[in-house]
């Protein structure tokens, strides 16, 4: 279950899942190129480009979508990204 929530410093959404991730960020890569995603930065978190909205993924799975206030397009946004996640998560 993702719990998707407006930011409040800025415009955007965060999506949080319940489970717990511990995601390896360089191999990430990889699966969100394949899906279109263009790679701005791998650092703590991956930045990410998909269309007009910045995406944020950190380690443990929390996702920031930005420049949108549309809880649906940050939640397809953010199931994109946990298809590549998926084998990350912590049991």
């Not at 993702?2 to 699966?31: F, H, N, W």
């Amino acid at each position: 279950m993702l719990i998707a929530k407006p930011c409040t410093s800025m415009k955007g959404i965060i999506v949080t899942p319940q489970e717990r991730y511990d995601a390896d960020l360089e191999d990430l890569c990889e699966c969100m190129a394949r899906k279109g995603y263009r790679i701005k930065r791998v650092s703590r978190f991956l930045a990410l480009l998909k269309g007009k909205y910045d995406v944020t993924v950190f380690p443990s799975g929390k996702i920031i979508v930005r420049d949108t206030s549309d809880k649906e397009e940050a939640l397809k946004i953010a199931n994109d990204i946990y298809e590549c996640l998926k084998s990350y998560r912590v049991m």
